[in-house]
């Protein structure tokens, strides 16, 4: 499942060129870690989360507020799992959510794939305040973020943006076991990068973060929230 609208043909061209830079800055600089071991990660929290949603269902809700408050979900993302849970009980579908969530948890046995990855320059969540905001999307895997829209597509005003307010990276794991039952899982992660840990580094931006020091929270699961994409209030502007 891609979260991603269509592109147009030359675009979807400069987005495959784009994919492997933005892959390669993320896991270097951003994470310093090897996308094996970002996706091991990944793999330990959907099923954690996994295991919670199945314990809210019989009637056992801390896991999964625990999670909540421990910053690994999302708070929207919470309400929208917890309404489900509650809507399913008071209907008296518990068994088949049960029997459905046994689907999606053979699922998750899997070896996740990085199905793709998100650089947003400018901005992290918490923060985020998009009066007077303009944002620029460079194909699906890079937004530039900033209060004018003058020259977001330069790599220069990226690098500035970069050093001054930081960024946001979003990774797409994707779920998907050969023979089992029912439709791969995919679960949208996402970590805010402060100004200060890029101005930790050398000027070049070549010297790694700890990826330990980074805090992943899960912002969507199988698109529930479309990418919950905070930066889409900002006001869009185009490279054409």
């Known amino acids: 499942m891609k979260l991603r609208r269509e592109l ?34 990944a793999a330990l929290a959907a099923r954690r989360v996994s295991d919670a949603y199945r314990q809210r269902l019989c009637c056992d809700a801390a896991p999964l507020q625990e999670l909540r408050e421990a910053g690994s979900i999302h708070p929207r993302l919470y309400a929208v799992l917890a309404a489900e849970i509650t809507q399913g009980q008071q209907a008296g579908c518990t068994e088949l959510m049960a029997e459905e969530l046994q689907k999606q948890r053979d699922q998750l046995e899997a070896e996740p794939l990085l199905e793709s990855m998100c650089l947003v320059i400018g901005c992290q969540r918490p923060d985020f305040q998009p009066a007077g905001l303009h944002r620029l999307s460079i194909g699906s895997h890079l937004v530039v973020v900033a209060d004018s829209d003058s020259g977001l597509w330069r790599q220069e005003r990226q690098r500035r943006l970069l050093w001054n307010h930081g960024c946001t990276l979003q990774l797409l794991a994707m779920f998907e076991k050969k023979g089992a039952a029912g439709a791969a899982q995919t679960y949208l992660f996402e970590a805010g990068v402060p100004a200060h840990t890029i101005q930790s580094r050398r000027t070049e931006l070549n010297v790694p973060a700890n990826c330990q020091d980074l805090e992943f929270s899960l912002v969507d699961m199988n698109n529930l929230l479309r990418g919950n994409q905070f930066w889409s209030s900002a006001a869009e502007v185009r490279l054409l």
Request: aromatic content about 8%; glycine content about 6%; overall charge positive.
């Open 8 to 41: 147009p043909l030359y675009l979807r061209a400069f987005d495959a060129l784009m994919r492997p830079q933005i892959h390669g800055f993320a896991l270097r600089t951003v994470l310093a870690t090897s996308e094996s071991e970002l996706m091991k990660g």
